[in-house]
């Protein structure tokens, strides 16, 4: 029931709602828990809520600390 | 680190490595303290997810993964189950619900049943559906079942704010929210008498409360980490846990950063405050009255409240004595030890909600394990 779909904005209608996308399925969805969200963003959609913008800074750069952690030795 | 193939995607490659640090780091862990490591993925979604990637099968030479209290239909009260499903039965109500409950069942009935019976049952993939519902229909009173964690109680208390903007007056919400962090601390409160040695904190509860809201586990010396819910998030949380685990860091740590923030979603946490207030007391399946830990309407919505607008008269709850899904959803038992498990309890007949609940852990482990 906490499932949450990543999607991405692909047009805003008001600061209320926009219409989201993934994979070819769009949404009207929610995005007053989201203030300031902009076409292009990824948020991620729960019960028809965009409940948090994901941070592509934050994405990227996991994938570098994932790298890191695993060049490591055990 | 692998060698990637031009098969493979960057996060398969890194996913397998990642597997299988988690597997050296786990056995080594196991080995040390000469039995399987328990961990708990408090949240249902993680349970599924756990399951249906494999992982918990990969890893259950050395670790023991525990459902927790985090699968909302689980968690609630078979009394509360049937008082909601007692609405379906009242003269013009029109009952709208998150398609997780519909089969789910109570002591005398469920709401697929109901809905048969030639109750009207409407399933809603978001809550403003129901208010769109109650506009369409000034007829019929319209029951919004708000079941949740603090991840749908935003999205209820918007459904609400919208019924109260657009004037209706057909429109009630029937609140049987929960709150994760108290359920944690009172499975913490005796000791840690399942013998956890971490938790995989749930994503998205964690999305709106913020990582910080679970700051209080460290007290009890056991490490506790956020993790998301794809492949690699799943890898990357039981891999940060597991160090956590090895360097004895009694720590919340992060491994979902791109959508959880320290301190969570405060937009969402208003929403939830104009509406919501934190009860007194509330009764969960399994874990018995935890105070302050479900949320009920502020006294200036109550006329929206229907647990106080629609009283019915339901008989004493009854649940199979058989049933373990209190055992289950505390970590105290895996569904495998149910003896209802797969003979009686089956998805197409369930006896309990774990069965049932598409994050339910005993329908996890029906399908996946």
């Keep these: ?74 | 680190m692998h060698k990637q193939t031009d098969f493979q995607s960057r996060d398969e490659v890194l996913a397998q490595t990642l597997m299988e640090r988690v597997n050296r780091l786990g056995r080594r862990l196991a080995e040390e303290k000469g039995r399987k490591l328990k961990i708990m993925e408090v949240c249902g979604t993680h349970t599924v997810a756990y399951a249906r990637s494999g992982i918990t099968d990969l890893v259950s030479g050395y670790l023991d993964l525990r459902s927790g209290p985090g699968c909302p239909i689980c968690v609630t009260h078979q009394q509360d189950l049937d008082r909601v499903f007692s609405l379906a039965g009242l003269e013009d109500t029109l009952i709208v619900t998150f398609g997780d409950l519909l089969r789910v069942p109570g002591s005398f009935t469920t709401l697929e049943k109901e809905k048969a019976g030639g109750g009207r049952v409407q399933i809603c993939y978001s809550p403003l559906e129901a208010v769109e519902t109650a506009a369409r229909n000034p007829l019929a009173k319209v029951i919004f079942i708000a079941i949740g964690f603090e991840t749908t109680a935003p999205a209820a208390a918007a459904t609400i704010l919208q019924a109260e903007a657009r004037q209706l007056t057909n429109f009630w919400a029937y609140p049987v929210i929960k709150l994760v962090p108290p359920a944690i601390s009172a499975l913490l409160q005796k000791g840690n008498p399942t013998g956890l040695d971490g938790f995989l904190l749930p994503g998205h509860v964690s999305t709106v409360l913020g990582s910080n809201a679970f700051s209080f586990i460290s007290k009890s010396g056991i490490p506790a980490v956020v993790a998301g819910f794809e492949s690699l998030d799943l890898l990357m949380g039981l891999y940060t846990l597991l160090k956590f685990i090895a360097e004895k860091k009694a720590a919340v740590g992060n491994a979902y950063t791109h959508v959880v923030r320290e301190e969570g979603n405060e937009t969402a946490r208003k929403l939830i405050g104009r509406c919501f207030e934190v009860e007194a007391e509330t009764l969960w399946r399994g874990l018995g009255v935890i105070p302050e830990s479900g949320y009920t309407l502020k006294p200036r919505y109550a006329e929206y409240n229907a647990r106080q607008q629609f009283i019915t008269d339901v008989a004493a709850a009854e649940t199979d004595p058989l049933c373990i899904c209190g055992e289950v959803i505390t970590g105290r038992a895996t569904p495998h030890e149910c003896p209802l498990f797969s003979r009686r309890c089956t998805p197409s007949s369930p006896v309990g909600p774990c069965m049932v609940s598409p994050e339910g852990a005993c329908g996890a482990y029906y399908h996946y394990m």
């Design chain 1, 1 to 74: 029931m906490c499932l949450g779909i990543p999607m991405r904005l692909s047009s805003i209608e008001n600061n209320l709602m926009a219409t989201a996308e993934t994979m070819g399925v769009k949404r009207t969805i929610s995005i007053q828990m989201v203030p300031g969200a902009r076409v292009g963003d990824h948020v991620l959609v729960h019960a028809g809520f965009a409940i948090e913008r994901i941070d592509p800074a934050e994405a990227a750069e996991r994938i570098e600390l994932l790298k890191t952690l695993l060049e490591e030795p055990v």
